[in-house]
Each structure stands twice: as C-alpha cells, then as structure tokens.
C-alpha cells in the first residue's frame, strides 16, 4: 500500500494509504460533498513529528470528518473497495458515522457536526455543521486540527500548532471540562503519551470544574443518582488510560491536578494505587477494579461507574477476605496453620479467585499466603486419580470425594514455601 506525503504543507503522513485518500476524494466529489478532511491524532502526531522530531509512529487508525453525508459516502467506499478490503463496515446512524476498517487500519467516517450539552456529563444534542464548527467541538486545540484532502491545506483555526510547539495541552473553550469532566481524564493520557502538561489556563478550567463537580451525588445516596452517560465514559476514559503504556505517567497527571476526585477523595490521597495496579496487571485481573479497591466506598464507586457485576461482587467479597484475615491476624493462631488449613479457610468461604487477586494486590496480612493459595495451592489435585482409588476399593460417592480431599490437602502440605512476593 503506498504511504501518502502531503507536499504543499510538507507534512509527512506516513501511514494513510494514498490509494484510499484518492479514492475517498473522488467519490465525495461525485458525492456532493462540500469538504472531507484528516483530523485528529494522525495530523497531530505527524506535527509532532515535524516540530519536535519525535518518532513517527504508524498510526493504527484514521478519522475524517465530511460535510456532507458521512453515511452516503461510506456505502460508495464500501461498494468499490468490496468485502475482500473491508473487514467491517458499522454504521451509528444517531451521529453519522461509520466505521471502517481497512487492511488493519480503523477509518472513521464522521458527519461534521456541532454538539450542544443541556447538563454536564449527559450525552450532547447534535446539528449538522461546517468543518470548523466541528473542530470547535473537539477536546484540545493540538486535536482540532484538520488536513483538507481536496486542497491539501492546514486548518488551524484554534493555534494548535502553537501549543505543540509549547508541548502544552488547551482546552477549547470556557466549558470543555463541564460540559464533560472526562477530558481530565483524556488530558491525563494524551499529557502521558506526548510529553505535554496542562496550560496554565487549562489547569484553572480544571480545578473551577472539580470545585463544582457536577455530579447530583454526596456518601449514601443512590449509585444510579449519577447520570450514566458520565459513568460510562468516565469508566471507558480510565479503562484506556490504564491499558496504555504510560499509564503510571497519566494517573499521576489525573492525581496532581486532583483529577481523582472525580471518583473518589480517598483515591486523591491514595499513594499505594502504582502497587495494587502493577500487581493486578500480573495476576490478570482488572486494573481499574484494583484502582478502585483503594477508595473510601469502593462497592458504591464500582455502582457509579457501571462496573461489570463480576466485578461490582468481586469488591464485596474482597470486604469479608479483608475482614477474615484481619481476624486471623490478631489471633496470631494462623503461626501454627499448616497450608491446608488456610486452603479449607479460604475454600469454605467460596470466595471467587479475583476477589482474592484484589486483596492481594491491597496487600491485606498475609497476602503471601493468598498469593501462594492463588498462584498454585487452588491448582493442585489429588496426586490419586479417582479411577485409581475405586480400583483400590474406594466406591463412588462422598466418602471417595472426601479421601481426593485429604489427598489433595497432604499434597499441599509437602509443598516447600515459594512464594516469590518480590515477583509482584
């Protein structure tokens, strides 16, 4: 596929295959499409690129804005290209857009629009709008920047080239962050991943919001209280951020701005989350339901933020193995336990394996022992197949189950001690 230069403005987009932008622009003209651009993160990065001589990365997706119909041009894309260049082809009629995805490369077909919020964090109302009007819409100025593909031209309507220049991040209006607090969030990763910090009147922009944070909700009340659009994008929002490679970075932007008071004071003041999300990450679990665990109220966190319910139980469960092994600490009785006897502890509460994984990523007492019951007691049978055991004399039935036990439980026992906590 042949990579695509833009020689009027000499901006280098490697990566957006010259054969698709010639035949988007062919058939927006035969479209009635007024204007089609690039925008986004692939001009940002190539400016990125141009001004700071950062590496340029293959970008893994592409957005264009259209004014015009976005649906009606991508049915023309899609019926020259055919299925054998499409991998998928999903259309969200409520804003007009489409995706597209193109020999491993995601295109988002959007209709320029304009977005007006009746209240912070609930979904925007949408009208049809001209390219600029649509940039205005976006969340930084380094984002609101566009590439006409029918004149090749820049359009920098809101001097986002400058604050490239500058490294530093602008929100583009007076209301970007109430209208919808997730912006501290994306600000946090974009800032992460650019080397960029807030503006310094982007940092005010901020702290007004969280002075007024926008959320009907105080201790006690109802989880459903806060408007579920918030709560969806707020979860999507960390979800992202934690699956990035500078997630360490992005969180301590979100913490020294106070962007964690968007879920909780105590995970503002929390300075143990780089602990609990380094250890849920190699135990496999959940990131953001160990970032939760540290909270004040993580069980009415975990509502408000529309948590999976495996996950929501998950944190209720880690409460009673909290609860458990606090008790068993000031009784100093669990010195003398062999490992069996903290299997048939753990075991008789039927506890899920992740509710255990988030207690260890908290470092509850005796998180060694949960780490070893997670880790390889739980995946231990009997060294006796129960085949064997009925060829010896044993019968089906309780009494052969009871005898696996016992075997799995000495087998467990004649283990050497290897937990290894500096793994985690």
């Known amino acids: 596929?042949?990579?695509?230069?833009?020689?009027d403005s000499d901006l280098d987009l490697s990566g957006v295959p010259s054969d698709l932008m010639r035949l988007i622009k062919a058939q927006a003209r035969k479209s009635?499409?007024?204007?089609?651009a690039i925008v986004g993160g692939v001009v940002r990065d190539a400016l990125l690129h141009q001004i700071h001589q950062t590496p340029l990365q293959k970008p893994q997706d592409l957005d264009l804005v259209v004014e015009g119909s976005a649906y009606s041009l991508a049915k023309v894309i899609k019926k020259v290209?055919?299925?054998?260049?499409?991998?998928?082809f999903r259309?969200?009629?409520d804003y007009d857009t489409v995706e597209m995805v193109l020999e491993n490369l995601s295109v988002d077909l959007a209709t320029s629009r304009v977005e007006v919020y009746k209240s912070p964090?609930?979904?925007?109302e949408i009208t049809p709008s001209g390219l600029v009007e649509d940039l205005a819409r976006r969340d930084f100025t380094v984002n609101a920047i566009a590439i006409d593909l029918f004149t090749q031209n820049i359009l920098d309507p809101f001097n986002g080239k400058s604050a490239i220049k500058n490294r530093q991040l602008e929100f583009l209006h007076s209301r970007s962050v109430a209208d919808d607090p997730t912006r501290i969030v994306r600000g946090a990763r974009y800032a992460a991943r650019l080397n960029f910090d807030l503006s310094s009147q982007a940092k005010k922009q901020v702290q007004s919001t969280l002075n007024q944070w926008p959320w009907d909700w105080a201790k006690g009340d109802p989880p459903k209280q806060a408007p579920p659009a918030l709560a969806t994008r707020l979860r999507q929002e960390l979800e992202l951020m934690l699956d990035q490679e500078a997630w360490q970075s992005a969180l301590e932007n979100l913490q020294k701005w106070g962007g964690l008071l968007l879920l909780d004071n105590g995970l503002q003041v929390d300075i143990c989350w780089k602990r609990r999300i380094r250890r849920a990450k190699r135990l496999g679990i959940s990131p953001l339901t160990a970032l939760i665990a540290g909270a004040n109220e993580p069980r009415e966190l975990a509502s408000r933020l529309q948590l999976?319910?495996?996950?929501?139980?998950?944190?209720a469960e880690n409460l009673e193995i909290q609860k458990f092994v606090n008790q068993v600490n000031l009784s100093k009785e669990y010195l003398q336990w062999p490992k069996s006897q903290w299997c048939r502890a753990i075991e008789n509460n039927n506890w899920h394996p992740d509710s255990i994984a988030i207690s260890i990523c908290l470092g509850v007492p005796n998180w060694h022992l949960l780490l070893q019951w997670w880790g390889r007691w739980r995946l231990m049978i009997s060294p006796i197949s129960p085949k064997t055991l009925i060829e010896q004399g044993w019968k089906p039935g309780p009494e052969l189950g009871k005898e696996l036990e016992n075997l799995r439980y000495k087998a467990i026992d004649s283990l050497s001690n290897n937990a290894n906590p500096s793994t985690l």
């Open 308 to 315: 999976p319910m495996h996950q929501q139980r998950a944190l």
């Open 121 to 124: 964090g609930q979904n925007p």
């Open 81 to 88: 290209l055919g299925k054998e260049r499409l991998s998928a």
């Open 32 to 36: 009635n499409v007024n204007r089609v």
């Open 1 to 7: 596929m042949n990579m695509h230069v833009f020689p």
């Open 91 to 93: 259309v969200h009629k």
